[in-house]
């Protein structure tokens, strides 16, 4: 991955707050909105979902997911340039006190602090998007696809 690449990658998931979850619904695909965190490893995503919402029922059942990050539009730029990454993976869903679900937790509050409250309600659970691969476009005929481990080292840099 080039330094550019790893840049724009880096800047879109640090800005953007809100990614398009592919689920498995009764058999056909189902896509949904979900504000999301970036694990402190850097290895995947954070969700805070609530057990009442199709996508989480979904995941419950069958927890191989895609994640779609899209930048904002601009003006100046046809929609095909527009840098973008997909995760696929699977979803994996903290329980309470758990490996990982402290840290997971710190990083969802850090970005969406207005949520606190809603950890108090039972029927809302955190799942990690874990990925398998991530497809990453910087803009228009400028695609890579990458590797979990790569994520997380342009993540950790910057």
């Known amino acids: 991955m080039t330094p550019a690449y790893a ?6 998931l640090r800005t953007q707050q809100v990614a398009s979850l592919g689920t498995l619904h009764q058999g056909q695909p189902y ?3 979900v504000p999301f965190a970036i694990l402190p490893s850097g290895l995947g995503l954070v969700i805070h979902v609530s057990r009442l919402a ?7 059942l069958s927890p191989q997911v895609s994640l779609l990050v899209v930048a904002p539009p601009k003006p ?3 929609a095909q340039a527009l840098a973008r990454v997909t995760l696929q993976g699977q979803a994996v869903q903290y329980a309470e006190s758990t490996q990982g679900q402290a840290e997971a937790k710190a ?8 949520s606190a409250e809603t950890f108090a309600f039972s029927d809302f659970s955190l799942f990690a998007i874990v990925p398998r691969s991530i497809r990453f476009v ?11 481990e790569v994520l997380a080292e342009v993540l950790s840099e910057g």
């Not at 199709?54 to 419950?60: G, R, V």
């Not at 910087?138 to 979990?148: L, V």
């Open 7 to 12: 840049q724009t990658l880096r800047e879109l």
């Open 31 to 33: 896509v949904s909105m």
């Open 54 to 60: 199709t996508h989480t029922k979904d995941m419950l």
């Open 76 to 78: 100046e730029l046809p």
């Open 107 to 114: 990083a969802y509050l850090s970005r969406f602090p207005q």
């Open 138 to 148: 910087g803009g228009f005929a400028q695609a890579i696809t990458i590797s979990p």
